[in-house]
């Protein structure tokens, strides 16, 4: 069975003012506030959730707390990548001790693994621990491109890799992914604007940015298309554009938390190197959720 099916949010983590810590109250609240507008799954410590400038401690002791309050309403995927093999394995256990639903875990960045190098990696975390894990490919920000012939080696050898996020953005890439696995794997978009044409594909659905400020929108756009409504889950997709657009107008996350700012939830600063939303970019973001009715 799937770890999820539809529109995941890969949540951001809010800090506390002075950005020293993590403010619960407000993951909380956005916590019950994804789960009433449909999100079918949060995915906690992800890229969008900062977790490159959190240490270890936070990083953990936030996807705890995500695990813990959400109390099985839907299910949680932790992030515990790494590009430490061991530390990736570390983490996943830890979270697995948590009550993690899922792992996802990002390709090793920096240190470019061989085709070989990524199955041993992703083979070593997978035979460590009992839970689900899903693959992360995002070459555009590990520089590192998990090619399909890879996952396909680890689907069909490694009982415990289930599932892949795929960020490429190359179509071709993803079809072959899915003719090589034979149907055997549970394919999640990762990007907001390739939604449908990756459900098209035999995909069950989205890690999403966009699900952070549209929850319900991007549910009912995997909704329809699993209902049949394949038209007008590309007319949803075509009017998520401007937001999609717009939310990575600059690197995620910060128009997001930008966006979140506009709507008035008190999610914090970023964490540098992260800066502030550049005033031009954030206008045009400002006019796409006016548009979109958010504001």
Do not use: W
Not at 237 to 242: D, K, P, R, S, Y
């Amino acid at each position: 069975m799937a770890v999820f099916k539809g529109a995941a949010v890969a949540i951001v983590t809010p800090f506390t003012e002075d950005g020293s810590a993590v403010n619960y109250d407000a993951f909380a609240e956005l916590i019950d506030e994804q789960i009433a507008g449909g999100t079918d799954a949060i995915v906690a410590c992800g890229t969008t959730g900062e977790a490159a400038t959190m240490t270890e401690q936070e990083h953990m002791e936030a996807v705890k707390f995500c695990i813990e309050y959400t109390k099985k309403r839907v299910p949680v995927i932790a992030g515990t990548g790494s590009n430490c093999t061991q530390t990736a394995i570390h983490l996943s256990k830890e979270a697995q001790e948590y009550g993690a639903d899922g792992l996802l875990l990002v390709s090793p960045y920096y240190n470019k693994a061989t085709q070989n190098g990524l199955y041993a990696h992703y083979r070593a975390v997978a035979e460590a621990v009992d839970c689900p894990v899903i693959l992360y490919n995002v070459p555009s920000r590990t520089g590192c491109n998990i090619l399909p012939e890879t996952v396909a080696r680890l689907v069909k050898e490694v009982p415990g890799v289930v599932g892949v996020k795929e960020a490429s953005g190359n179509i071709s890439q993803i079809v072959k992914l899915m003719a090589l696995t034979e149907g055997r794997i549970d394919l999640y978009s990762g990007n907001d604007d390739q939604v449908v044409p990756l459900l098209a594909m035999g995909g069950i659905g989205v890690i999403s940015v966009v699900s952070n400020i549209a929850p319900r929108a991007v549910h009912d756009m995997c909704q329809r298309f699993f209902d049949g409504d394949v038209a007008g889950a590309a007319r949803l997709q075509c009017e998520l554009l401007g937001l999609c657009d717009n939310l990575f107008s600059e690197v995620n996350p910060i128009p997001v938390k930008k966006a979140l700012s506009l709507m008035g939830k008190n999610v914090g600063p970023l964490r540098m190197p992260l800066t502030e939303m550049e005033p031009a970019h954030a206008a045009k973001l400002e006019e796409a959720m006016r548009e979109f009715g958010l504001l």
